[in-house]
C-alpha cells in the first residue's frame, strides 16, 4: 500500500503527540486505550476495567469500511497507551499507524490467521467465532500490562473472566447448533465465513467483503436456484448495510428476511446492548431460520 502524505495540520497533531510521550495518560490521569471499532472496544474494555480510558474510533452507527479520522483522532493513536486495530480493515487507521508507530500496538491481523473471502481478499471478520476474538484478548492484556505494569495482575484476572465467557459462548453455539434442518444460510455480504466455519454452516453471501459491493445478475440466481432448491426459509440483511439487495431477493421469492449482525459497530438500536449479546441474538436467528431444535 502506498503511504500518503500526512495533511500538515494532522502532522502538527501528531507531533504534538509525540512530544507528549507515546503513552502519555488521557485527561482523567488514566492511561488511554484507543480501539479502532467495536468488536475491539468491547475486549478492551473488558480488560482495563476502571484502570484505563478507551476510546472506539468508529462511533455507533459508522461502517468501520468507510471511517475518516479527524485530526484529534488521528493524534490520539500516537499518544495512546495501546492502540487495538486490524490492520487492512480501516485504510485511514493503517496509515496513521504506520505513519507514526505507537510504543504498543496490537494488530489483530498478527494475531490471528486471517482467511480469504469467498472472491479473494483477506476476510476482516475474525470476531465472528468467540475463539478467536479470545486469542486478540490475549495479546492485547499482555499489550497492556507492558504499558500499565502497575495493574497488569488485574489484567490477568479480567482476562481469565473474558476467556471464560468467550468460550461459554462458543459452547452455546455449539449446542444450539447441533441439530437443524438446514445448515445454510444466505447473508448479506460475506462477512460469516468464520462463523461458517467454526459451527459448520454453509454461507452463502449476496455481496463480497464489502457490503456496498453489487452482486451480478448470474450470482443473484444462482442464490435463487439455491434457496429454492434447499427449501431456505429466510435471508439475512444487516443493521449498518442497506437491506435492499436481501429486501429484493426474499420478496422475489416470497420468503421472509432477518438480521443477522456482522457486530462491525453498534447501531442505535443495538447500542444497549454488547458483543455477547448481539452474539446470542445471531443465534436466535440462525435456529429459527434453520430450524433447528
Known amino acids: 500500500m502506498i503511504r500518503r502524505p500526512l495533511p500538515r495540520l494532522v502532522a502538527l497533531a501528531l507531533a504534538g503527540g509525540a512530544l507528549a510521550g507515546c503513552a502519555a495518560p488521557g485527561t482523567s490521569g488514566k492511561p488511554e486505550v484507543v480501539a479502532s471499532f467495536y468488536p475491539l472496544q468491547y475486549v478492551a474494555q473488558r480488560i482495563v476495567g476502571t484502570h484505563a480510558d478507551v476510546t472506539n474510533l468508529t462511533g455507533p452507527g459508522v461502517e468501520p469500511h468507510d471511517l475518516e479520522l479527524s485530526p484529534r483522532q488521528t493524534a490520539s493513536l500516537s499518544g495512546a497507551a ?9 485504510p485511514a487507521v493503517d496509515d496513521a499507524v504506520h505513519n507514526d508507530p505507537p510504543t504498543h500496538a496490537v494488530d489483530a491481523a498478527k494475531v490471528v490467521h486471517l482467511h480469504a473471502g469467498q472472491e479473494g481478499g483477506r476476510d476482516p471478520h475474525f470476531w465472528l467465532d468467540p475463539l478467536l476474538l479470545a486469542e486478540t484478548a490475549r495479546t492485547f492484556t499482555k499489550a497492556i500490562a507492558a504499558a500499565d505494569p502497575s495493574h497488569a495482575t488485574d489484567y490477568e484476572r479480567a482476562d481469565e473472566l473474558l476467556q471464560r465467557d468467550l468460550l461459554a459462548l462458543d459452547r452455546e453455539y455449539r449446542a444450539g447448533l447441533q441439530k437443524c434442518r438446514s445448515r445454510t444460510l444466505v447473508v448479506s455480504h460475506d462477512a460469516f465465513g468464520y462463523l461458517g466455519r467454526r459451527y459448520h454452516l454453509q454461507v452463502h453471501p449476496i455481496a463480497g467483503l464489502s457490503p456496498d459491493a ?16 434447499d427449501k431456505i426459509t429466510t435471508v439475512f440483511s444487516e443493521r449498518l448495510a442497506s437491506p435492499k439487495l436481501a429486501d429484493t431477493l426474499a420478496g422475489d421469492l416470497g420468503i421472509t428476511t432477518a438480521v443477522l449482525d456482522p457486530i462491525e459497530g453498534l447501531a442505535s438500536r443495538t447500542a444497549s446492548g454488547d458483543y455477547r449479546s448481539l452474539m446470542r441474538a445471531n443465534l436466535a436467528a440462525i435456529r429459527k431460520a434453520g430450524g433447528c431444535s
Open 82 to 90: 495501546v492502540v487495538f486495530y486490524e490492520d487492512g480493515l480501516q
Open 214 to 229: 453489487e452482486p451480478s445478475a448470474r450470482h443473484l440466481a444462482e442464490l435463487s436456484d439455491l434457496i429454492r432448491t
